[in-house]
């Protein structure tokens, strides 16, 4: 067994309805997980984007600094992981992660992919933390790409679709 979890456990819960933290935790303690692997069924979709404190624009340089101002995005299907706050200081020999944003969407009236990949947009264009450069607008562009609407993602979809020296 893996004894480390995945960044991206919060889509694995969005999506499941499993909270694999607490399950790993019982498994620790010798408690029985009270479901089967074959009881799990996957509904809807989420998109997870990790915020961090980098500068897209210069490739993706570490950010430290002091934030003065959050707005945090909220909604149906939208949910933020984080431990930020106004006055945060972001120190410099740590992991620049920020907050992981994290939305769903369920099947059915109006759901799926491009529900979620909308949400998302919606849910960075509210999001805002002042004080240091972030990974936000970087993800707002791959949200509204065409390609990524149309599911064209492969591994070099940042070097094929995006100029990151533009506006960021």
């Known amino acids: 067994m893996n004894t480390r979890i995945q960044v991206e456990h919060p889509v694995t819960e969005m999506v499941t309805g ?7 935790i019982r498994t620790a303690a010798g408690e029985e997980i009270p479901f089967k692997t074959d009881d799990i069924e996957i509904h809807g979709h989420a998109i997870e984007c990790r915020i961090n404190a980098e500068d897209p624009a210069n490739n993706f340089l570490p950010n430290p600094g002091k934030i003065t101002n959050i707005i945090m995005p909220g909604g149906p299907g939208v949910r933020v992981d984080t431990h930020i706050y106004p006055g945060y200081v972001i ?4 992991d620049s992660l920020l907050a992981k944003l994290i939305v769903m969407s369920r099947n059915g009236r109006g759901g799926g992919r491009e529900q979620a ?11 805002q933390i002042d004080g240091v450069k972030t990974t936000i607008p970087f993800h707002r562009e791959v949200m509204a ?24």
């Open 18 to 24: 499993v909270d694999l933290i607490k399950e790993q």
């Open 145 to 168: 790409h065409d390609a990524f609407r149309r599911g064209d993602v492969t591994t070099d979809f940042i070097e094929k679709h995006l100029d990151l020296k533009a506006g960021h």
């Open 91 to 94: 120190p410099t020999y740590y």
């Open 117 to 127: 990949v909308n949400r998302m947009l919606r849910a960075l264009n509210e999001f």
